[in-house]
């Protein structure tokens, strides 16, 4: 088991709300990276914070946002919610371009 | 751009026999190659990466894998496969020197049967 933690475990929402989802990274690590994997498909990147600051992101909508923390765990945030962001999102820490190690993700549905 | 194709969606092995994942790769420059696994319900967990040096790279449960550049693999091996291996199996490779973003393949299902 890595040292990632991710919350909640599994949510439900409706389309059009908003969601929070958390994420702290394994000791040491300064580096969080955010993955959307749809049913069936790879991980697909969302977004990746260094240092507090947004590092780099995917081909995903400004509804899409983040916020790294001083102590590295980090947050993504999806407002009006869409059906098709039903996914299971990924959370993995690294030391900034060293490996990354996943959390045991969240499983969102939106209905 | 980066791109992963893993060209088989399941891979079919007897315990006890070697398995071949295979991993075809696309990126501009030097590769940084991974593997991951992911059982059911769970997240991602690393099994091994290539980044420069021996083209056969060791990693975690015994599995091995070993880069070609000329024929831009990155396959997934190991000599005697166990039950516990049947698992969903991801290629990703990033740039050296970019971002440490990771683009992944579509996985593909092993499944070793007793």
């Known amino acids: 088991e890595t040292g990632v933690t991710q919350s909640p475990t599994h949510l439900i929402k409706t389309r059009g709300q908003q969601v929070t989802l958390r994420c702290s990274s394994q000791?040491?690590?300064?580096?969080v990276s955010w993955y959307q994997q749809a049913l069936g498909q790879g991980p697909q990147f969302i977004f990746q914070?260094?240092?507090?600051?947004?590092?780099g992101r995917g081909n995903f909508p400004p509804r899409f946002s983040g916020l790294q923390f001083p102590n590295y765990s980090s947050e993504l945030n999806v407002n009006a919610l869409e059906l098709d962001d039903s996914a299971l999102y990924l959370c993995?820490?690294?030391?900034?371009?060293?490996?990354?190690?996943f959390g045991p993700g969240t499983r969102l549905t939106v209905l | 751009a980066q791109s992963v194709a893993q060209p088989e969606d399941q891979v079919n092995v007897a315990e006890g026999n070697p398995l071949t994942v295979k991993c075809t790769y696309s990126?501009?420059?030097?590769?940084?190659l991974f593997w991951y696994v992911q059982y059911p319900n769970r997240g991602l967990q690393f099994l091994l990466k290539?980044?420069?040096?021996?083209?056969l790279v060791k990693g975690s449960y015994g599995f091995e894998a070993e880069f070609n550049k000329s024929q831009t693999s990155f396959h997934l091996k190991k000599p005697s496969a166990l039950v516990s291996d049947s698992a969903l199996y991801f290629c990703?490779?990033?740039?050296?020197?970019?971002?440490?973003?990771?683009?992944f393949g579509k996985g593909t299902m092993l499944l070793v049967s007793p």
């Open positions: 993995a820490s690294s030391i900034s371009t060293d490996t990354q190690y």
């Open positions: 000791s040491g690590h300064n580096t």
């Open positions: 914070y260094y240092r507090e600051e947004e590092n």
């Open positions: 990126v501009s420059g030097n590769p940084y």
């Open positions: 290539y980044i420069t040096g021996d083209n």
């Open positions: 990703a490779v990033r740039a050296l020197g970019g971002y440490s973003t990771l683009t």
